[in-house]
């Protein structure tokens, strides 16, 4: 039974992603959606797990604004419905979300923006408290799993209440941390409503913009008063020792309350705390009150100075002369520690000086004493895309084209990590589908050979319009898709290439190579780089004369990840068991420092290669490359 559906009264050790997911169910909602994306993942796959259990609608949607514009519509229909994504996936759904706002909703409308300061898992640490101001949204941010649970649960209380998006702006320590939370009921899922026709509210041609734009800020004044006397928006007062600064109060919200509380009394110094859970609007009245009689307050916030910025200007505007720090101590980029906050609060109090240096990425972590080594990421044994990479590779070789010469245009996913040592096979990154759109730039701007790796998800996200341009403006590139059909990376989510839904359920499977024909690529080839690794080679040659003649070369190459297909299967690739057979084997290095298998090791002592049998998944690709056939196969 899955960890979230137990009694009211339960207490369950939750990954903050699993309390909202908990927190979903019980605010009975019937639509959910999500384009999957770390630190947001578990949210929605939990609730994929259990949907035929529970009978909620649950949907890996194309790309994040397909997945607001489907849950926002059942809004509008009357159903509780709920979104999830990751900081930058609300960019893809950022212009849906702003005339959502617009519009106002029907039922219950929540929707999560997974941030991730540090990027631990992302391009960029963007934080998207700025959307809520940007927009006009209603955003509540929790703490703690408990708190992630309850303010979904109050999330649709405040929706329904004002009639408006509400966006819970998690964080990754949010997100993956876990405590014990308390269950509360579970309320029915209502699954069916209707759509009430209402043109003048839900077309927003300009004349309904304009006065759909009215009423949103009716609404969020009316959010403001609710704001002021949520139980989410509270002040506590910590009785320890005075400091040099005099009275201390400190401003919050999120993670990083947690650790300014935690820090304070560590410290046993006095100080006022405000935590702000209904953090936009800001309640004014409430800091206004709080800012009175104090000396020094410092905002802890993570990563921009938001809340800094707006409760400055109401101390401004109410002339309240307290000392207000923020990014003044604390660094602008990264996120914050327990060891950084208390660095920053006995700065503001007096006890301590200077400004705190961000996280340092290049220092190894330590436990216990001891320097753990950085790990840096790599392909997993029997990763079709290793395959794919190599076959591109020896391919440009044997064309007598230096890899070197080629600019790889490459994109987000397992994929990207073609990137690393050997390959070095990517060369520039901005988002989910870029690797088409700066290929078009770059083939028309360059004489240089242009070789984009997009991967399926990713292809049906984003990459569609990208192609559609090269196709039709005519920028010669080759695009190879690597279809490991299943987005993998962020946890093994379906996708249109997989054959099922987010319930497990068959679907049609959209055969990239037929989509690339349909928009008319000159050359569209599909084969299998892991069990047909040579022809993979010959057909990129192929496609490369494609290119050589000005036009657009699709080359798919399609093969179940290796870790999923274990899992379905029993097996990946080949299947069998291999061993290097020290006799024929000349240590050419081919399989271990240029295929680069890391199931595969060097012997010191013995001055050849090994096959470790508990980390090779039987993918097979080395025993095709092997140029004296060393590497042997059997059944068992």
Known sequence: MSTILGREGEKRFLLGNEAIARGVLEAGVGYVSTYPGTPSSEIVDTLAQISKQTGIYVEYSTNEKVAYESAFSAALSGVRSFFAAKHVGINVAADAI???AYIGTNAGFVFVSADDPFAHSSQNEQDNRHYARLFGLIMLEPGNPQEAKDMILEGYKISEEIGHPVMIRTTTRVAHARGIVKLGTLNKIIRKGRF???PSRYVVVPVNARRNHAKLIQRLNKAKELSEKSTLNKMIEINGSETPNGQLGIISSGVAYHYALEEIKK?????????????????????????RDLDTVLIVEEVDPVLEIDIKAIAKTHDLPVKILGKEIFPRIYELRPEIVEKGIKIAAGLDTGKIKPLDYDTPINVLGINIPKRPPVLCPGCPHRASYYAVKTALLELRENPKNVVFPTDIGCMTLGIMPPYLMGDILLCMGSSLGTSCGLSESTDQPVVAFIGDSTFFHAGLPGLANAIYNRHPFILVVLDNQITAMTGFQPAPSTGFRANFEKSKIIKISDVAKALGADFVAEVDSVLEWNKAKEVFKEAWKTYKNGGVAVVVYRHWCALTERRLFGHAGMGGRYEISPEKCVDCGICYKVFN?????YDKEKKKPYIRDDICLACGVCTQICPVNAIIRYEK
């Open 98 to 100: 702003a005339t959502s």
């Open 196 to 198: 009430n026709k209402n």
């Open 267 to 291: 410290l046993n110094i006095s100080a006022k705390l405000l935590k702000l859970g209904f953090s936009y609007p800001l309640p004014e009245n409430k800091i206004v009150n709080f800012l």
């Open 597 to 601: 298998c890391p199931a595969i090791l």
